[in-house]
């Protein structure tokens, strides 16, 4: 109940493209979803978050779609640039908690 | 301002040896979490702090880990007896506080310690 499905485990994508990645929650608990940008020797960078009160957040060309009754969220990246190309995690907490991470997923924009 | 620290930034040791890997947080923030990341996987939970002491610590894998974090600030994340399976990314983050809002318990992660048991 506590894991977090996140896909696809790759992604290429070309400069100026739409990158989408999911993600599935258990545990109902959960009420803070924020989505993790790493770089190769970095620590995870906070992207963008959401609470299960809103359905949709956007921060510049980063959304999160969030659906309560499915379980579901996902990240889109519109426009997406070489500079993206990144590995990015979803998760979900109690707010305040121990964040559960998903598997990640390797993000390749191609130019 | 600065941001999360962690030393050393690598550290190889041998099976059975004691490591020490020390996090400082950021300067105010009251959590403090430790997590681990195993090459390709997401990180996964060891412990956190609020304030001095451990709130949550269900993640440590085993007895041979322990953290501290005496003064409500820099921890410590000590294993014992280290084997190969340690292996892995260490990563610690703080936040704010806990439980309060989503603004001030944004969990800033600090670059990790990577540590090889050879």
């Known amino acids: 109940q506590q894991q977090v499905k996140q896909s696809p485990q790759s992604l290429i994508v070309q400069k100026g493209g739409i990158s989408i990645i999911n993600c599935a929650y258990e545990?109902?608990?959960?009420?803070?979803f924020p989505w993790y940008q790493q770089f190769p020797g970095k620590g995870p960078a906070l992207l963008i978050a959401?609470?299960?009160?809103?359905s949709e957040k956007k921060e510049g060309r980063f959304t999160i779609s969030f659906n309560k009754s499915a379980k579901q969220f996902s990240l889109h990246i519109m426009d997406s640039q070489p500079g993206d190309s990144a590995t990015y995690f979803c998760?979900?907490?109690?707010?305040?908690?121990?964040?559960?991470f998903g598997q990640g997923t390797e993000l390749s924009v191609k130019p | 301002g600065a941001g999360v620290s962690q030393t050393p930034s690598n550290k190889v040791t041998e099976k059975g040896k004691y490591v020490e890997l020390r996090c400082d947080p950021i300067?105010?923030?009251?959590?403090l979490y430790w997590y681990r990341q195993s090459l390709g996987q997401g990180p996964e939970f060891l412990i956190y702090?609020?304030?001095?002491?451990?709130?949550?610590d269900s993640g440590l894998p085993n007895d041979r880990f322990f953290a501290v974090r005496p003064e409500g600030s820099v921890s410590t994340l000590k294993i014992q007896r280290t084997e190969r399976g340690d292996s892995a990314v260490y990563l610690c983050?703080?936040?704010?506080?806990?439980?309060?809002?989503?603004?001030?318990?944004?969990?800033?992660f600090g670059p990790g310690t990577r540590l090889t048991v050879l």
């Open positions: 998760a979900a907490s109690k707010l305040g908690g121990k964040l559960i």
């Open positions: 959401i609470r299960p009160d809103v």
């Open positions: 702090f609020q304030g001095t002491g451990a709130a949550d």
């Open positions: 983050a703080s936040s704010l506080t806990m439980g309060e809002g989503p603004f001030t318990d944004t969990q800033y």
């Open positions: 300067s105010g923030h009251t959590a």
């Open positions: 545990n109902t608990a959960f009420d803070y």
